[in-house]
T-cell receptor, first 117, second 112 residues
Framework: DAMVIQNPRYQVTQFGKPVTLSCSQTLNHNVMYWYQQKSSQAPKLLFH???????NEADTPDNFQSRRPNTSFCFLDIRSPGLGDAAMYLCATSRDLLTYSSYNEQFFGPGTRLTVL | DAKTTQPPSMDCAEGRAANLPCNHS???????VYWYRQIHSQGPQYIIHGLKNNETNEMASLIITEDRKSSTLILPHATLRDTAVYYCIALVQIQGAQKLVFGQGTRLTINP
């Protein structure tokens, strides 16, 4: 019954070594989101895809990129991870609010915990 | 910045009703109030949302004041599994997508 799947659950990388986190969904939702959650803090939206349209938050560092090759998959690329990028990365999906205005829950995956050495 | 403020922590006895307050005095008339919770080391989980009227589902009830400046999430019979951080969020719609701006939330501890 898994709906939003994130792999791997734990990722260790070295300072400056590019890393990619993966998210897939079985819900066929057309909106996908990436959040960053640092220790003892609330999740913070990095960017989202509305279908193939990429929407970056203004304060998301250029070091973070994303790809969505199809409806089911979305990737988070961190080009040169720094120690400050260690966090839980959460992927979420939702239906299109313009079409389903009365049912607009976001479904979150379990997250990938990134450690930077 | 988050448009909601919540107490940082609360305690509740198992089996009692847990009432979690939220202030959102600056939200606009078309912004929904959403509640999510996050159990330790898991992704956030949707609980309930509302605009003006009180809402109830199988998990909780949401009471929104008439002036929409505050709301209360009610877990009617709290269990130990309800221990989590509860986030009250004013939803911002961006075309067809929704932006959840999380505040710091309330850490609810259910005590046996």
């Amino acid at each position: 019954d898994a709906m939003v799947i994130q792999n791997p659950r734990y990722q260790v990388t070295q300072f400056g070594k590019p890393v990619t986190l993966s998210c897939s969904q079985t819900l066929n939702h057309n909106v996908m989101y990436w959040y960053q959650q640092k220790s003892s803090q609330a999740p913070k939206l990095l960017f989202h895809y509305y279908d193939k349209d990429f929407n970056n938050e203004a304060d998301t560092p250029d070091n973070f990129q994303s790809r969505r090759p199809n409806t089911s998959f979305c990737f988070l690329d961190i080009r040169s991870p720094g120690l400050g990028d260690a966090a839980m990365y959460l992927c979420a999906t939702s239906r299109d609010l313009l079409t389903y205005s009365s049912y607009n829950e976001q479904f979150f995956g379990p997250g990938t915990r990134l450690t930077v050495l | 910045d988050a448009k909601t403020t919540q107490p940082p922590s609360m305690d509740c006895a198992e089996g009692r009703a847990a009432n979690l307050p939220c202030n959102h005095s600056t939200i606009s008339g078309n912004e929904y109030v959403y509640w999510y919770r996050q159990i330790h080391s898991q992704g956030p989980q949707y609980i309930i949302h509302g605009l003006k009227n009180n809402e109830t589902n199988e998990m909780a009830s949401l009471i929104i004041t008439e002036d929409r400046k505050s709301s209360t999430l009610i877990l009617p019979h709290a269990t130990l599994r309800d221990t989590a951080v509860y986030y009250c969020i004013a939803l911002v719609q961006i075309q067809g997508a929704q932006k959840l701006v999380f505040g710091q939330g309330t850490r609810l501890t259910i005590n046996p």
